[in-house]
């Protein structure tokens, strides 16, 4: 049975919407593995980076401008959904966002004043669906009536044997080797490639994860967001220890702030305030070394985890109010600790 028509996320759902989209401007970005595309969507004017140097030797040189320029009028936030193609909540979460851009309204009809807003002040970047091989390799596109057994094969895929992967056994072959494997999951594109940790990668592997730096460096936005989804969501994962000690304060900063707005509108948020153990440079964190972003991710619910069950329309809400509590920050005094 699918998921109610606000919700839907499927790769085709996700090209019928760009399709229909009058105020924002689409492009392809990359092609999977798999030979799908991956699209950006952007909203509001962009404004030129003129620089003489990566973000790295300017740094070094004590020169920033060297990789900024003379500096923009707008911040710019970009949001990277469905990293993992079995967390396809993030999809719904933004092409509902696509809609309050459109129409001032989610595609349930309610309407987000304060979100349409604060998105009129800046530029946002969204790449609605990161691993579409990995999101076809899913015929359900609603996890809230999945099995254990069914949300563990779909996510992390089986091995040979018909046993789970499970999480965190899936990243400990990088690329996953097609032979080892009868379902390969929706954490993978066609190459086998997490494209979370495709980094390192060789570009026509992890193609995806090297178009979205390629994409980060043209656009360096003042805020990259990663959207994922797990069972004990909602929570963000803020103080990465791969980020300079600033931007790990800020991180728990701007979580708060969206803790409090998801509390107030009775989402239940989780507080995570614990960085990862993991010192690993992956591709949100990378983001900061490419382009000096601050850099959150964020965790959704899948909805159907006993004891933390949340209904189609909360999710919903629950990745907008996130939106809107990031929007207002960026547009009331800037992502990063210094604005």
Same mark, same amino acid.
């Given at each position: 049975m699918a998921a109610p028509e606000f919700y839907r996320n499927s790769v085709e759902e996700v090209e019928r919407v760009l399709e229909r989209l009058k105020k924002a401007e689409v492009k392809q970005v990359a092609r999977s593995p798999g030979g799908r595309p991956v699209y950006a969507v952007a909203y509001g004017e962009k404004e030129p980076v003129e620089r003489t140097a990566n973000l790295s030797s300017a740094l070094a040189g004590r020169k920033p401008e060297a990789f900024y320029g003379s500096g923009?009028? =707008?911040?710019?936030?970009?949001?990277?959904?469905?990293?993992?193609?079995?967390?396809?909540?993030?999809?719904?979460?933004v092409l509902n966002l696509f809609?309050?851009?459109?129409?001032?309204?989610?595609?349930?009809?309610?309407?987000?004043?304060?979100?349409?807003?604060?998105?009129?002040?800046?530029?946002?970047?969204?790449?609605?669906?990161?691993?579409?091989?990995?999101?076809?390799?899913?015929?359900?596109?609603?996890?809230?009536?999945?099995?254990?057994?069914?949300?563990?094969?779909?996510?992390?895929?089986?091995?040979?044997?018909?046993?789970?992967?499970?999480?965190?056994?899936?990243?400990?072959?990088?690329?996953?080797?097609?032979?080892?494997?009868?379902?390969m999951g929706g954490y993978f594109n066609?190459?086998?490639?997490?494209?979370?940790?495709?980094?390192?990668?060789? =570009?026509?592997?992890?193609?995806e994860t090297h178009a979205v730096l390629d994409l980060v460096l043209e656009e360096t936005p003042d805020l990259y967001l990663d959207l994922h989804s797990c069972g004990s969501g909602p929570f963000f994962i803020p103080g990465q220890p791969m980020l300079p000690e600033l931007f790990r304060l800020r991180s728990y900063y701007v979580e708060g702030h969206c803790v409090r707005l998801l509390r107030e =509108?009775?989402?239940?948020?989780?507080? =995570?305030?614990?960085?990862?153990?993991?010192?690993?440079?992956?591709?949100?964190?990378?983001?900061?070394?490419?382009?000096?972003?601050?850099?959150?991710?964020?965790?959704?619910?899948?909805g159907a985890q006993k004891g933390n069950e949340y209904t189609h329309e909360e999710i919903v809400d629950i990745y907008l109010t996130t939106f809107e509590g990031l929007l207002a920050i960026g547009a009331e005094e800037g992502f990063k600790p210094n604005g």
């Open positions: 923009r009028t =707008r911040q710019v936030m970009m949001i990277v959904s469905a990293m993992h193609g079995a967390e396809m909540e993030s999809i719904a979460g809609s309050v851009l459109e129409t001032g309204s989610d595609r349930k009809g309610k309407p987000w004043e304060a979100l349409a807003e604060a998105a009129e002040q800046m530029r946002l970047v969204v790449v609605p669906c990161l691993n579409p091989d990995g999101r076809a390799r899913i015929a359900c596109d609603d996890p809230l009536t999945w099995s254990h057994d069914q949300l563990e094969k779909y996510r992390h895929g089986l091995w040979k044997d018909g046993s789970h992967i499970t999480w965190p056994a899936c990243k400990n072959w990088h690329p996953m080797p097609p032979e080892k494997v009868v379902f066609d190459a086998g490639a997490n494209p979370a940790h495709g980094v390192f990668l060789p =570009r026509e592997v992890a193609v =509108r009775g989402l239940r948020p989780k507080a =995570r305030s614990r960085p990862s153990a993991a010192q690993v440079i992956d591709l949100y964190t990378a983001a900061y070394h490419v382009a000096g972003s601050m850099c959150m991710l964020f965790e959704g619910p899948h």
